[in-house]
């Protein structure tokens, strides 16, 4: 959090607390309006729960994050209410529970825990070596939230000394309202204690320096320690603030025992110190732990404990848990402080073993993050694969035939998702995915199946997340492979979580970089084709998804079936979005199908439907596939829409497919009920004009010359569009078709490479056009063809988009239905899908005038 943000929360420091109100988050009440009835002792624990919540958010939102400062918010209400009435709060730790004191010198009673949530704050605290802690009334904001920082960060250091240097971290962070550790003036005659507790056992500490494995039989060692577990339980209420009082206690209790059970009593405390504020119960349980650490460290330097009974011993040898399994949580302090206290290449080797397993995962983080540093520091790369070796030794433990050993390297691999983030995947671990899923294939324990499984889906995140494509594809072709007798639902369950996880859609926006398509990450995406075509259809509606077109096409080639297939599939939906965006993909990447499928598919669209497909299919280039479409647009043509039907007939009629001849012969005279409009009359004839049918001349001449009395029987646009027709077929010249260049213009647009069906004029002067329909805009003509315009306009229109024109030449009015066919700055291209026959006769008239 930043200090700007800290000054909003921070509490004011009043300087007469009596006349101050408590701090309070604005609207609300103050603190002092409503009584809360709840004791002192449950306002401390108030205030404990809430900061175990601090911590927990600590670790898990940024800085910034809103419930961070509601948690740090709520940590400071709670702790005004406990201190109310007191100089202090203070709290020491006494192995697995807190106790709390109202007064710096006063005695602590234990804290109720019923819901068990002390229990584990003490715990996090004993791993951070805090023994005491004590609030003041000044404590801010502040100093709260980097405290909460300073006990994560002790408890992941990986030295000792590094987590008892209290009294720097606080001088570093500037925290002056909490004090940790602080010896009080009582606890520093207890400095004494073991001398004075020497001389009144009568100095019987002969095994006190020796070796507790070498001097004593294991049967000895255990009834010495049932016999100091006995004595905690009777001495509870004994309080070390004095020390000579406590000393005497004990010397009762010992007084009937045996020289080697005071022996082992002065060893112990010479390995482990009394502390502030503790009872001699709590202190004598502590001794007894240290005792069997020590023990357990003499029979495993003497090659008598192997490293996977370290935990049966200690849990051995505490009596009072003798009902209780070796897998009892509160062992786990216990089991780190054993391997803690071994020399480093100890725990090293340990890890190159068989019996990795063993070390807890606080070391084994501990470990790693040391060696993760120093590679990132001093930039040596020997660090980081020493890293990677160590986790790869671990995770080879997945191999145990032990149950319980499977079950610590999967817990341990989930706990360790951080350090998997900076050093996986990478050549040590390439296995390390393949593995886990061969493990889940052998595993018969269910409750570890389920460990495996998160396991699992936590590394296919993390490969997702990294675009490693391979490692994601290795994982999924492992659950593929799984024998005949595993359970094909369940595993099939998992492939859709991971398929279905938010990090899958990275690997679409991956597909349309700009860089190479690996072979993977297509299958990848073929693997759920319905949620790549989603994401393709978004992305498409977005401003830049038309110039995403090509890689789409890219990757939907590359990923082939069931993709292809599904884009078919769409093309008969009612959904309108799906058939468009189904339209333009099969288009780019499969035009042949699209062509396919346009028997089933056509007759359902509508109108804007079937002139995207037909525009789609007009750009393409290859001959096979323009014929190919323009055979299909024959038999569509009585299915097609009034405004479609123009631009099929004129792709059919440039690809010059003779098989139409008959059918557009019929359509020119008339005798086509369905297309009897006409506009598309004229089309049909200026077809058979392009592909110079010499069958068709006898009834174009007809069409020019039928009189009915002293008039003309047909229009005079489509008299004039059969003599341009006849011109061609006859080779001659006077038709505005034959000025066009026999090319590609060099203006063309992109998506327009095709020679132009008209001759396209530039006007001398501007026309006016105005729009017709709920907006009404004028706009004006720049260049004119008897197909289509370029509108010169700041307004925004959309591809595809209909329009109804009214264009302006002097005295006349040319009016037209025309669709947005390419966009620009300047503006955007026109093309003209219907006429009346007197309004394109005007058009005719005007260019020719141009041309001439």
């Not at 709260?144 to 962070?173: K, T």
């Amino acid at each position: 959090m930043s200090a700007k943000n800290l000054a909003q929360f921070t509490r004011r420091q009043p300087s007469d607390a009596s006349s101050q109100p408590s701090p309070r988050r604005a609207g609300e009440e103050p603190l002092t309006a409503t009584p809360v009835l709840v004791d002192s002792d449950g306002l401390a624990v108030q205030f404990l729960r809430s900061f175990h919540l601090l911590l927990r958010s600590v670790r898990l939102y940024h800085q910034h994050h809103p419930r961070l400062i509601d948690s740090l918010k709520s940590t400071g209400h709670a702790l005004d209410d406990a201190l109310s009435g007191s100089t202090v709060l203070r709290f020491t730790i006494e192995h697995d529970r807190l106790a709390v004191t109202k007064q710096l010198s006063g005695s602590g009673h234990p804290l109720g825990d019923g819901r068990g949530e002390l229990k584990t704050l003490a715990e996090v605290f004993s791993r951070a070596s805090i023994r005491s802690l004590t609030f003041v009334p000044h404590t801010r904001l502040d100093e709260l939230l980097q405290f909460a920082r300073a006990v994560e960060a002790a408890c992941r250091a990986r030295s000792a000394s590094s987590r008892e240097d209290w009294m720097s971290r606080l001088r570093e962070h500037r925290i002056t309202g909490i004090r940790v550790n602080e010896v009080t003036e009582s606890a520093s005659e207890s400095i004494n204690f073991a001398g004075l507790l020497e001389a009144l056992l009568g100095g019987s500490n002969s095994s006190a320096s020796g070796d507790l494995g070498a001097t004593a039989a294991p049967d000895q060692f255990r009834a010495a320690l049932r016999r100091l577990w006995a004595s905690a339980g009777r001495l509870g209420h004994v309080r070390l603030q004095a020390p000579r009082e406590a000393a005497r206690a004990i010397r009762d209790e010992f007084a009937g025992s045996d020289g080697f059970v005071r022996s082992v009593l002065m060893r112990g405390v010479a390995l482990e110190p009394p502390r502030e504020s503790e009872s001699l119960g709590v202190y004598l349980a502590r001794v007894a732990d240290a005792l069997s650490v020590d023990y357990a460290r003499s029979e495993f330097f003497a090659r008598r404990l192997r490293p996977a009974e370290v935990r049966m011993m200690l849990s051995q040898l505490r009596p009072e848990r003798e009902g209780h399994q070796e897998s009892d949580p509160s062992l786990d302090p216990l089991v780190e402080r054993f391997w803690s206290s071994l020399p480093a290449r100890e725990q090293t080797r340990l890890l190159a073993s068989q019996d990795a397993w063993c070390l807890p995962v606080s070391l084994l983080r501990d470990y790693l993050e040391g060696l993760i540093a120093a590679a990132e520091s001093r930039r040596a790369e020997a660090s980081r694969r020493q890293a990677r070796r160590a986790l790869a030794d671990f995770a080879r433990c997945l191999d145990s035939e032990e149950e319980k050993a499977r079950r610590a390297v999967v817990s341990s691999l989930l706990e360790l998702k951080d350090v998997l983030e900076r050093i996986w995947p990478c050549p040590q671990l390439a296995d390390l995915g393949k593995s886990v899923v061969a493990a889940l294939h052998r595993e018969v324990s269910p409750g570890i199946a389920n460990l495996l499984e998160q396991l699992t889906l936590t590394l296919a995140t993390l490969a997702l997340a990294r675009g490693e494509c391979g490692e994601v594809e290795t994982i999924l072709m492992e659950i593929d492979q799984a024998p005949p007798e595993s359970d094909e639902e369940r595993l099939a369950a998992l492939t859709r979580q991971i398929v279905g996880r938010e990090e899958w859609l990275l690997l679409v926006d991956l597909a349309l970089a700009n860089r190479a398509l690996g072979p993977a990450l297509p299958r990848l995406l073929r693997r759920d084709p319905e949620r790549l075509l989603d994401r393709l259809r978004l992305l498409l509606t977005s401003s830049a998804g038309s110039n995403t077109l090509p890689a789409m096409a890219r990757l939907v080639r590359a990923a082939g079936e069931p993709v292809i297939g599904a884009l078919e599939t769409h093309l008969l939906e009612p959904r309108r979005q799906r058939v468009a965006t189904a339209i333009k993909l099969l288009s780019a990447a499969a035009p042949e199908r699209l062509i396919g499928a346009l028997p089933r598919a056509f007759p359902s669209w509508d109108w804007s439907l079937q002139d995207l497909a037909v525009t789609e299919l007009v750009r393409q280039t290859a001959p096979a596939l323009r014929l190919q479409a323009a055979e299909s647009f024959l038999t569509l043509l009585r299915d097609a829409h009034l405004l479609v039907t123009p631009g099929m007939i004129d792709h059919i009629g440039i690809v010059g497919d003779s098989s139409a001849i008959p059918q557009l012969m019929e359509i020119a005279i008339g005798d086509a009920e369905q297309f009897g409009d006409v506009f598309i009359r004229i089309k049909a004839i200026e077809a058979l004009g392009r592909m110079k049918a010499s069958s068709a001349a006898t009834p174009l001449r007809n069409l020019v010359r039928n009189r009915s009395g002293l008039t003309y029987a047909e229009p005079a646009g489509l008299r004039s569009a059969a003599e341009d027709a006849l011109a061609l077929i006859e080779d001659r010249a006077g038709s505005l078709t034959l000025r066009l260049p026999a090319k590609t213009s060099a203006t063309s647009t992109p998506p327009f490479a095709q020679p132009r069906r008209y001759l396209r004029v530039a006007l001398p002067e501007p026309l006016q056009v105005k729009m017709e329909g709920p907006q009404t805009r004028s706009v004006r003509v720049r260049s004119i063809a008897l197909g289509g315009a370029l509108l010169e306009t700041s307004a925004e229109f959309a591809l595809g988009e209909s329009l109804r024109i009214e264009i302006h030449a002097g005295f006349e009015k040319i009016r037209a239905t025309a669709v947005v066919r390419s966009i620009s700055t300047k503006g955007c291209g026109i093309e003209f899908v219907h006429m009346k026959e007197d309004d394109r006769e005007k058009l005719r008239r005007r260019i020719k005038k141009l041309v001439d």
